[in-house]
């Protein structure tokens, strides 16, 4: 079947980077976009990164550009996000999620989803 591990997460202080991964398998991984997310206590999961197919392509949200680098490895089957200059505000689980279509943002947009990993920045 379909899964989608993500790794990576931890607890981090202001500024620091870290380096989210996430290993797909049970799908033809070079055929799919790529997208993390991102959801805080009480808010609704919402869209950080995605990554096209190919790897061409990528699109990000205001709050993150400049900080933050979405990557795939088709060989291995993997997306990475990259993450420096961190903030309190990033503070989130961060979950990969696969897509069929040309880098979409919402999340019904995407077919499947991992567990998702925990980041938590402290100031």
Known sequence: QVQLVE????LVQAGDSLRLSCAASGLTFSRYGMGWFRQA???ERAFV????ASGMSTTYVDSVKG?????RDNAKNTVY???ASLKPEDTAVYYCAATRLYLPTRTYEYDTWGQGTQVTVSS
Do not use: D, V
Request: no cysteine; glycine share 26%.
């Open 7 to 10: 790794s990576g997460g931890g």
């Open 81 to 83: 996000l990259q993450m």
């Open 67 to 71: 900080r933050f680098t979405i990557s």
């Open 41 to 43: 206590p009480g808010k």
């Open 49 to 52: 990164a995605g990554i096209s």
